[in-house]
């Protein structure tokens, strides 16, 4: 059973940082594409933004516009964990952030991957 478990959210002030972690469980992780999504307050009837996205094939990444060159994400294979740096954050970075996978990269970029995690909430604050 595919098992995505994301931890590091909670409380930050405005400008700060925060590192989210996403540990995968249940599947091969060097076969998996993983993304990171997050669903602002207010816009639960929303498809989840999609953030971030590495490849497991190369490691490589893509990111949305609005948060290129703030958060960056990376990939630790031997803990099976995928990480989100998010720097210089701001009250509209407020949300519940998941970390998704699937073994088909194009799914994970339109954001249908086939498997989730139960999210975790980030808050910043003025």
């Known amino acids: 059973e595919v098992q995505l478990v994301e931890s590091g959210g909670g409380l930050v002030q405005v400008g700060g940082s925060m590192r989210l972690s996403c540990t995968a469980s249940?599947?091969?992780?060097?076969?998996?594409?993983i993304g990171w999504f997050r669903q602002a307050p207010g816009k639960e009837h929303e498809a989840r933004e999609e953030?971030?996205?590495?490849?497991?094939?190369?490691?490589?990444?893509n990111y949305l516009h609005s948060v290129k060159g703030r958060f960056t994400i990376s990939s630790d294979n031997a803990k099976n964990t995928v990480y989100l740096q998010m720097d210089s954050l701001k009250l509209d970075d407020t949300a519940v952030y998941y970390c998704?996978?699937?073994?088909?990269?194009?799914?994970?970029?339109?954001?249908?991957?086939?498997?989730w995690g139960q999210g975790t909430q980030v808050t910043v604050s003025s």
């Open positions: 998704a996978a699937d073994p088909l990269i194009d799914r994970v970029q339109i954001g249908s991957p086939g498997s």
């Open positions: 249940g599947f091969p992780f060097d076969d998996y594409h």
């Open positions: 953030l971030a996205c590495i490849s497991s094939d190369d490691l490589s990444t």
